[in-house]
Nanobody, 123 residues
Framework: QVQLVESGGGSVQAGGSLRLSCTGEKYTRYCMGWFRQAPGKEREGVAVFNYDGRTNYADSVKGRFTISKDDAKMTLYLQMNNLKPEDNAVYYC???????????????????WGHGTQVTVSS
């Protein structure tokens, strides 16, 4: 049973940076991603990472966030730079075994989820 644990959240001022980590994935070939949910809003996809290195980002974070994976440490990262108040949210990690596609909807429908880590950005 895969159990994901996120860490690295915190409080920063606008323009600052944070790096989130997600551990617990045990798939040989995986599809993983980061999502976030702000108060009163639906959960939205932030970035996905397929085991073959393919990535995809939400338009709102392109150029500011970078998703990466250290297979030796079995850890997924989300480097977040130039943070904005609108990035305030609980950030969740999701994972599943790799399939033909690695997309936000696929992870939403069939991924295993962590419990989230809070990111607070003050203006």
């Amino acid at each position: 049973q895969v159990q994901l644990v996120e860490s690295g959240g915190g409080s920063v001022q606008a323009g600052g940076s944070l790096r989130l980590s997600c551990t617990g994935e045990k798939y040989t070939r995986y599809c993983m991603g980061w999502f976030r949910q702000a108060p009163g809003k639906e959960r939205e996809g932030v970035a996905v990472f397929n085991y073959d290195g393919r990535t995809n980002y939400a338009d709102s974070v392109k150029g500011r966030f970078t998703i990466s994976k250290d297979d030796a440490k079995m850890t997924l990262y989300l480097q977040m730079n130039n943070l904005k108040p609108e990035d305030n949210a609980v950030y969740y990690c999701a994972a599943r075994a790799a399939g033909a596609f690695c997309t936000f909807p696929i992870l939403v429908s069939s991924g295993t989820w962590g419990h989230g880590t809070q990111v607070t950005v003050s203006s």
